[in-house]
């Protein structure tokens, strides 16, 4: 699997965009890019995946860039909820994608 | 049930000592994984269980590590002769197949063991 490389922490305010930024310079053709959260201790949360194309749904957009080595995961209005450990990961389709092995992620914190 | 229960929520053992986690998977789920998460720290894959298949053991980090599954039910992972570095947080999470795992995989709530 591509390694990935995210910020280890950044904040955000309340009702404002938060924009998370993942590097995965090494993806190859046939791999996509995943997004998780964790809240506090609990399983990681799917949030939505791509593999070339901009994907949007109910809980966030991912942008992925032209090139694929870098993908931006946004939440379009944070609420204090929100604050979470954001994993971003890159696999192979219909591989078996829970035997990756998730990075240290970015905590996300948001601010009122 | 309801989700996947995972016992006991907290475990404080001795060094040296041997402890037993347990996972319940939510029926019917062929695929079951285990998961270590140290303070701080994203999730590592440890083994993973599909049905009757022979497991896959290959993120298990030393022979003191194992786990068995019996056909679909209950998992156990063993963890002998602990170290301080095992104390972690262990998750497991089961699926209907490995193919939907992305999005419909449900997680425990963890065992927090300490290895004082």
């Known amino acids: 699997d591509a390694k990935t490389t995210q910020p280890t922490s950044m904040d955000c305010a309340e009702g404002r965009a938060a924009n998370l930024p993942c590097n995965h310079s090494?993806?190859?053709?046939?791999?996509?890019v995943y997004w998780y959260r964790q809240i506090h201790s609990q399983g990681p949360q799917y949030i939505i995946h791509?593999?070339?194309n901009n994907e949007t749904n109910e809980m966030a957009s991912l942008i992925i860039t032209e090139d694929r080595k870098s993908s931006t995961l946004i939440l379009p209005h944070a609420t204090l909820r929100d604050t979470a450990v954001y994993y971003c990961?890159?696999?192979?389709?219909?591989?078996?994608?829970?035997?990756?092995?998730f990075g240290d992620g970015t905590t996300l914190t948001v601010k009122p | 049930g309801a989700g996947v229960s995972q016992s006991p929520s907290n475990k404080v053992t001795e060094k040296g000592k041997d402890v037993e986690l347990r996972c319940d998977p939510i029926?019917?789920?062929?695929?079951l994984y285990w998961y270590r998460q140290r303070l701080g720290q994203g999730l590592e894959f440890l083994i993973y269980?599909?049905?009757?298949?022979?497991?896959?053991k290959s993120g298990l980090p030393s022979d003191r590590f194992s786990a068995e599954r019996t056909g679909e039910s209950v998992s156990t992972l063993t963890i002998q002769r602990t170290q301080q570095e095992d104390s972690a947080v262990y998750l497991c999470?089961?699926?209907?197949?490995?193919?939907?795992?992305?999005?419909?995989?449900?997680f425990g709530q963890g065992t927090r063991l300490t290895v004082v």
């Open positions: 999470a089961s699926s209907q197949s490995f193919t939907v795992f992305y999005t419909e995989a449900f």
């Open positions: 090494t993806i190859s053709g046939n791999e996509y």
């Open positions: 791509g593999l070339k």
């Open positions: 990961i890159v696999r192979v389709a219909n591989t078996n994608a829970g035997k990756s092995t």
């Open positions: 029926s019917g789920h062929t695929a």
């Open positions: 269980f599909q049905g009757n298949s022979a497991p896959d």
